[in-house]
């Protein structure tokens, strides 16, 4: 606990309560059914159903897929052959819309907090490629004709997520389709309306201190299995605020470790990354 220090709103915090306890996990899978992802959806699925055996018993798994909207596939469930039958399903399905990821981080965080396990760490795991499409008039009608008639902002997205507490992770597996895809759009005039877009499902796990990896086919398994350790070995930290806020306001949080941790560890700043989520609502 002395290795770790909290500010809210830049403020030093005196954290009391402190703990590394392995929870049981509630972990919503989405797989991205975009045309770039074609071509890895099925290993991303093998990678899915392989983890099921390494899950603990009382973890549970969702199954969700994403394009310009999500749909729920399977709601969330202990018993592995249920969900074994929904990967399976997600890995045969195709769709020829494009990815509006706010508006799909907004309607998974509603699935993702169904959790049924009490006290269990709550996380989305996004199996994609990373890109994301600009929602307008013309995406609309070109790759969103699924979309719902009013789609959420980044904005409400975000806030959504916060006051949530679910946690955003990925597995980013970029095809040739996918590279193909940006460079394409890197130089079309057009890119502005229906190009391509990297970085958003990085910034969502940022707000959370969720973690992003990347991988490749022969070694998805492997990278899924480490993100999964690294969700349910988080720290826990708490604290009680030192000072008065409005309730419904909105808190910035910085995680870090202290002057003191890295003297006695021998480790560089610049060598050690605290992902811890970017704040919280009164």
């Known amino acids: ?14 954290i009391s309560y402190f703990s590394h306890d392995q929870l049981p996990l509630s972990v919503v899978f989405l797989f991205d059914l975009t045309e770039t992802v074609q071509p ?50 997600a890995s045969e399905m195709k ?8 508006e799909d981080m907004y309607e998974a965080v509603d699935q993702a907090s169904k959790s ?6 709550r996380v989305m795991v996004w199996l994609t490629d990373g890109t994301a499409n600009f929602e307008n008039s013309v995406t609309r009608k070109a790759i969103g004709q699924q979309a719902p ?9 975000t806030t959504k997520l916060l006051r949530s507490g679910v946690v955003v992770a ?20 057009l890119s502005f ?7 958003d499902i990085n910034r969502y796990a940022d707000v959370t201190g969720g973690p992003v990896l990347k991988s490749s086919k022969k070694e998805i398994t492997a990278r899924l299995s480490e993100l999964l350790d690294q969700l349910r070995e ?49």
Do not use: W
Not at 3 to 12: H, N, P, S, Y
Not at 174 to 183: E, G, M, N, P, V
Not at 193 to 199: E, P, S
Not at 243 to 271: H, I, W
């Open 1 to 14: 606990m002395k290795d770790f220090q909290v500010l809210e709103d830049g403020k030093l915090q005196n």
């Open 40 to 89: 890895t959806l099925k290993p991303l699925a093998e990678g899915a159903y392989q983890i099921l055996k390494h899950l603990k018993p009382e973890d549970e798994v969702s199954i969700m897929v994403f394009s310009s909207h999500t749909e729920v596939l399977q709601g969330f469930t202990t018993d592995r052959a249920v969900a074994s039958a929904a990967i399976e399903r």
């Open 95 to 102: 769709s020829g819309q494009g990815t509006f990821i706010h």
């Open 116 to 121: 049924t396990v009490p006290e269990s760490r």
């Open 149 to 157: 008639e009013r789609l959420h902002t980044k904005e409400e997205a």
């Open 170 to 189: 990925a597995l980013i597996d970029r095809s040739a389709k996918t590279d193909a895809f940006l460079a394409v759009t890197d130089v079309s005039p």
């Open 193 to 199: 309306i229906a190009g391509g877009r990297l970085g």
């Open 234 to 282: 988080r720290y826990t930290l708490g604290y009680k605020p030192s000072t008065a806020e409005t309730p419904g306001s909105f808190c910035k949080l910085e995680v870090s470790l202290t002057a003191a941790a890295y003297q006695r560890t021998n480790v560089r700043k610049r060598d050690l990354l605290v992902r811890a989520k970017r704040g919280y609502f009164r």
